[in-house]
């Protein structure tokens, strides 16, 4: 190939520099670089090598059986329990969803899941409470690689290595993960999301992919938008075509999102808006919510931020924003910081990359720290309340007579999962915790009203023996109080499931279940799990 006249002058040019000296200009051709391109980011999934895949979704699928325990409420009434409802039309709506303070688009996910399942004949409910949890397995896989991806891009292999390192044995990320939280999701998103973005060094830049994975998250949970305020108005700075990124790519999205969302919530009534909790001193997520998140890994994280280059300063001030603006709501909670404990792993990662003598003996703190204390979570702490609900399960009534059988569960409301871990329409009742809609001073809702006075409230509720519920479930350390009422009742005690929850208070560390026996009744059989 001739060079054309234009080369020669650039070239001429080149060897007579203002200095005398002889100067060489490299020059690369263009198919030489697309190809070098593609073969780096050429791999068997997404991108990645199959083999780094395959230990991600396999060690995030163990993860997923070995978390067994109870989290948050949420995890369950604001996703399968309105799922279970949405395609099954029996279940149990908590008030948010009656007070249309709830959108749909997230439930309708693991709604699609049941419907599937049940046109196909599989709608066990063992199916029905691992295929959304193996799901959400996946999805934070797919985060996993999709982070590891971006470091190699902005950092180096040995930096990637060791962010990935720290993101696969965190603690937290081991016990939320696999969670049916709309705070799992919303992170998962983040992580994919970040992998897009525009960080200087980042070859994967698609303003269209990561304000769509955003705007997914921000239907799943509103504030998934607060970790992305500082992202987005970096990112509109130093765009020099502004009115082109906030016309073509911003707004298109986020209308087309938000527009589908609103459609959803329109179908089901509902529409997305946010509720509290109790509150919290300003201070604890600096003083206790950051530091139990990042556990083992805080002093790697401090360490890590005076070392990662200045170009990732951005995801340092991401996080202290997040922090800022979470510690100016009352109601606080360990998950709702989960979606930047990723853009943490990142300084991990550097803190790592920089040590040399010590990394064996901080390799070996980090894994043994997470290692148990994931362990104790997901297996150990506050198991109770889903491993009673197999005995539950075996309640379900199998004749022609729906009503032979009742539950009535004496516990914190939303103790317990629902109908999405009975599955069948077995007579179950709880107590009752709406918050006070109408102003009135002094309110005490159900569940408030009987710890009291258990034994008084249960004698005023049902009066007469016909009214009693076959089968009772309460903590352990209520069952001296209740005591007379098990006993004119004819109660009698056929589990004691191990839960591990501090005593204190209205929880102790047994669930005990039981039976009412009458007279020539047959026993279901007593069980300890």
Excluded at 98 to 122: C, D, M, Q, V
Excluded at 459 to 486: C, D, G, M, Y
């Amino acid at each position: 190939m001739e060079p054309e006249a234009g080369d020669h002058g650039l070239a001429f040019r080149s060897l007579h520099s203002g200095s005398g000296e002889m100067k060489l200009r490299k020059r690369k051709s263009t198919l030489y670089v697309n190809t070098q391109e593609k073969r780096s980011q050429r791999g068997g999934l997404l991108g990645e090598s199959i083999y780094l895949v395959l230990f991600t979704v396999a060690l995030r699928i163990l993860n997923c059986f070995l978390v067994q325990t109870s989290f948050v409420p949420d995890e369950y009434w604001q996703s399968l329990e309105v799922a279970h409802h949405m395609v099954f039309s029996y279940g149990y709506l908590t008030w948010e969803w009656t007070e249309r303070l709830r959108g749909y688009t997230y439930p309708l996910i693991f709604a699609s899941i049941y419907k599937i399942l049940h046109l196909l004949g599989k709608d066990s409910v063992q199916l029905l409470i691992w295929i959304p949890r193996l799901g959400q397995a996946l999805l934070s896989a797919v985060a996993d690689v999709r982070l590891y991806s971006l470091m190699k891009h902005v950092g180096n292999q040995e930096v990637a290595r060791w962010v990935f390192f720290c993101q696969m044995c965190s603690w937290f990320t081991w016990y939320c993960c696999t969670r049916t939280l709309t705070n799992t999701t919303e992170t998962a998103f983040t992580a994919i999301a970040l992998f897009y973005y525009p960080l200087e060094g980042s070859r994967s830049v698609n303003s269209v992919k990561y304000s769509l994975l955003v705007a997914l998250a921000c239907i799943v949970r509103p504030t998934a938008l607060i970790p992305w305020v500082p992202l987005l108005f970096s990112h509109f700075y130093q765009e020099q075509r502004k009115r082109h990124l906030t016309l073509r790519h911003f707004l298109p999205v986020g209308l087309i999102t938000f527009s589908l969302s609103l459609i959803i919530d329109r179908i089901f009534f509902g529409q997305n808006l946010g509720t509290f909790y109790g509150s919290h001193p300003w201070h604890w997520y600096f003083s206790q919510g950051f530091p139990v998140v990042l556990g083992s890994h805080l002093p790697f994280f401090v360490h890590g931020c005076f070392l990662a280059p200045r170009r990732l300063h951005i995801l340092l001030l991401t996080v202290l924003w997040t922090l800022l603006v979470y510690s100016m709501l009352g109601h606080k909670e360990f998950r709702f910081i989960y979606p930047v404990l990723p853009f943490c792993m990142v300084f991990c990662g550097y803190s790592l990359a920089h040590l040399k003598a010590w990394r064996k003996a901080a390799l070996s703190f980090l894994l043994l720290s997470n290692m148990l204390l994931a362990l104790y979570t997901g297996l150990v702490h506050q198991r109770g309340t889903l491993d009673v609900m197999s005995h539950i399960q075996q309640i379900c009534p199998r004749g022609p007579d729906p009503a032979s059988a009742s539950v009535f569960i004496m516990m914190p409301c939303h103790s317990t999962p629902y109908y999405s871990h009975v599955h069948c329409p077995l007579s179950m009742r709880f107590l009752q915790c709406p918050p006070d809609l109408t102003g009135k001073s002094q309110y005490l809702d159900e569940a408030d009203m009987f710890y009291l006075n258990p034994l008084s409230w249960l004698q005023q509720e049902f009066r007469s023996n016909a009214s009693l519920p076959t089968h009772l479930v309460t903590f352990s350390v209520l069952e001296k109080e209740i005591r007379a009422f098990l006993t004119s009742g004819s109660y009698e005690r056929t589990a004691i499931v191990f839960h591990t929850h501090w005593p204190e208070g209205r929880t102790g560390s047994h669930i005990h279940v039981y039976e009412r026996r009458l007279p020539g009744s047959v026993a279901t059989g007593g069980s300890e799990l």
